[in-house]
């Protein structure tokens, strides 16, 4: 298994602001994920984020929106760029624990004004 | 891109009693997970299990992956239990590796 952090745990922001959300790992993973959570919703992937090469982003996402930095084996940061109340959504890393379980990070909870 | 279809969307149990819930899924997975997410939002791995049965404590699942559906049975429901299950799958030509494609959800209510 794997033991995931992110922050902040949650946040209040302005329109037309941004936010980086960190995800630390225990332990040295080849790919980590983010997803978003809108109120009430399912889980939608944004994008996977490989060590030492661009981030792929799932189609509806960009990079100029949601840029995101996997700098090493253990951390990750997704930006939420341009902020607007559409925004306001549980954002959840998550990464492969081994024998193809997926473990996910406690979330950041954000709501955009 | 695949579907994934949960039923119930709802429900409601009283505490003691038993329960399936049910994932269909339109095109054939690697990869098939259960997760229960707790009213703080946290998301719990119950089950990786594309194919065949598994047990753990008073849950169970079972894949059929040539019908494309796969259900979760909680017995002795408790109160804990409450939360949202989702059955999240990754199909064979996904370009995200281990990435999941989530259903709806279904929403669970024990009650004392």
């Known amino acids: 298994s794997a033991v995931i952090s992110q922050k902040p745990s949650r946040d209040i922001c302005q329109r037309g602001t941004s936010l980086t959300i960190q995800c630390q790992v225990d332990?040295?993973?080849?790919?980590m994920f983010w997803y978003r959570q809108q109120p009430g919703q399912s889980l939608t992937l944004i994008a996977t984020?490989?060590?030492?090469?661009?981030?792929?982003?799932e189609s509806g996402f960009v990079i100029d929106k949601f840029p995101i930095s996997r700098p090493n084996l253990t951390f990750s940061t997704l930006t939420v760029s341009n902020m607007s109340p559409e925004d306001s959504s549980i954002y959840l890393c998550?990464?492969?624990?081994?024998?193809?379980?997926?473990?996910f990070g406690p979330g950041t909870r954000l709501l955009v004004l | 891109g695949i579907q994934v279809e949960q039923s119930p969307p709802d429900l409601i149990l009283q505490e003691g009693a038993n329960s399936t819930l049910r994932c269909n899924f339109s095109?054939?997975?690697?990869?098939l997970q259960w997760f229960h997410q707790n009213p703080w939002g946290q998301l719990i791995n119950l089950f990786y299990?594309?194919?065949g049965t598994k047990q753990n404590g008073r849950l169970s699942a079972t894949t059929v992956a040539t019908e494309r559906y796969s259900l979760l049975y909680i017995s002795s429901s408790q109160t804990t239990d409450s939360g949202v299950y989702f059955c999240?799958?990754?199909?064979?030509?996904?370009?995200?590796?281990?990435?999941?494609?989530f259903g709806k959800g279904t929403s669970l209510l024990v009650t004392p």
């Open positions: 998550s990464v492969e624990g081994g024998a193809k379980t997926q473990y």
């Open positions: 984020a490989n060590q030492g090469s661009e981030a792929t982003y």
């Open positions: 332990s040295q993973v080849t790919m």
């Open positions: 095109d054939s997975v690697n990869n």
């Open positions: 299990i594309p194919s």
């Open positions: 999240a799958v990754d199909p064979p030509n996904s370009n995200s590796g281990y990435a999941l494609n």
